[in-house]
Every structure is written in structure tokens, then in C-alpha cells.
């Protein structure tokens, strides 16, 4: 990362990686002694101004008023104005369009660089995975009610006749809903 970083010129940009205990780093962190962290969050609900508002001049992993909370110190009521403008939308096409816009903005003026998205990989598992509750956000991903285990490992023909069960039965419910929506 430093020398992804330094590639773009070293003009303006000096990085170095420090490592510190946890116990240090709370202390660093409360006397404001960086000026980039890598952190990460999750959205406790599924809505795009959960995830701005953390970084508002009063969120919450941000505190531009107090030196002593926060991950940020960053204050530009330009920002604050456009969540709080995107907010207040109530048709979803345009909220979403405000807040993707605000997204934008963020990324093309470097606020916040985004590094990398959590993926996933192989298992071994005798669970059939499409019986695990899934939500976007929260803490589904606890949850073991409704989850069907099986006896044995789940073979990859198997893991298809699931799969293929699910996407069924996802779209029997998305055209049932569709009957309350017209």
C-alpha cells in the first residue's frame, strides 16, 4: 500500500506504517497523533445515509469538535449539507441517486479510499447454505434458526439442486410480492 500510494508522487505524500499495541493506540489515537487510519465498519441498517452520517463533522467515526474521540477530525459543511439534503428525500430513486452522487464526490476528492471489500472463499460445510438467514446488514450472519444440516458434507451437485432451490423460491416470492405492489 505505502508504495501504491507514494507512486502517485511524493511531493505531498509521505507514508509511514506504524504498528502499535491496542493499549498505545488508543492513546495515539486520543491525542490525535495520525493522519490516516484504516478502520472498518458495518451499516446497522440498509440505507445509504447510515454509512455517510458516521463520517458527518459529528459522526461517529468522525469528531471534528473533540480531539479526543473519533477517527477523524475532518469538518466541511458542504458535505454535511449534501447528506443532510439527500436525507430528507423521500423517493427512492433520487435518495439514492443524491447519496451515490455524494459517494462520488467523496471518492474523487480522497476523503476515503476504499481498500478492499470482504469476499469469500471455499468450505467444507454439512450446512446447506441457503437456508442461512442473509441480510446486508446487522448480525444475521449469528443466527443458526431455520439453518438445515445434513449428515454428511455437502457435495457440489448438491450444493447446485440447493442453489437452484433458492433462486425458485426467491423468485416465487419476488412475483408474489408483486401482486401487493401493483
Known amino acids: 500500500m ?3 500510494i507514494q507512486a502517485l508522487g511524493t511531493d505531498y505524500v509521505t507514508v509511514s506504517f506504524v504498528e502499535y499495541t ?3 493506540y488508543s492513546q495515539q489515537r486520543q491525542d490525535g497523533e495520525f493522519a490516516l487510519v484504516v478502520g472498518g465498519w458495518g451499516p446497522d441498517y440498509a440505507d445509504p ?3 455517510l452520517a458516521s463520517i458527518m463533522t459529528d459522526g461517529t467515526m468522525n469528531s471534528a469538535n473533540s480531539m479526543s474521540v473519533g477517527s477523524s477530525h475532518w469538518d466541511y459543511a458542504k458535505f454535511d449539507e449534501m447528506v443532510e439534503a439527500a436525507d ?4 427512492l430513486q433520487e435518495r439514492y441517486t443524491a447519496f451515490a452522487n455524494i459517494e462520488a464526490w467523496l471518492n474523487e476528492n480522497a476523503y476515503y479510499i476504499p481498500l478492499y471489500q470482504s469476499g469469500g ?6 450446512i446447506n447454505e441457503f437456508t ?3 441480510a446486508p446488514t446487522g448480525i444475521d450472519e449469528y443466527k443458526w434458526k431455520g439453518i438445515v444440516g445434513l449428515d454428511h458434507a455437502v457435495t457440489a451437485e448438491e450444493h447446485e439442486q440447493f442453489r437452484e432451490e433458492y433462486e425458485a423460491g426467491r423468485q416465487a416470492a419476488y412475483e408474489e410480492a408483486q401482486q401487493y405492489n401493483s
Open 2 to 4: 505505502q508504495e501504491a
Open 22 to 24: 491496542s493499549s498505545s
Open 49 to 51: 445515509f447510515n454509512n
Open 88 to 91: 430528507q428525500m423521500t423517493d
Open 121 to 126: 472463499t471455499y468450505i467444507v460445510t454439512s
Open 132 to 134: 442461512r438467514p442473509y
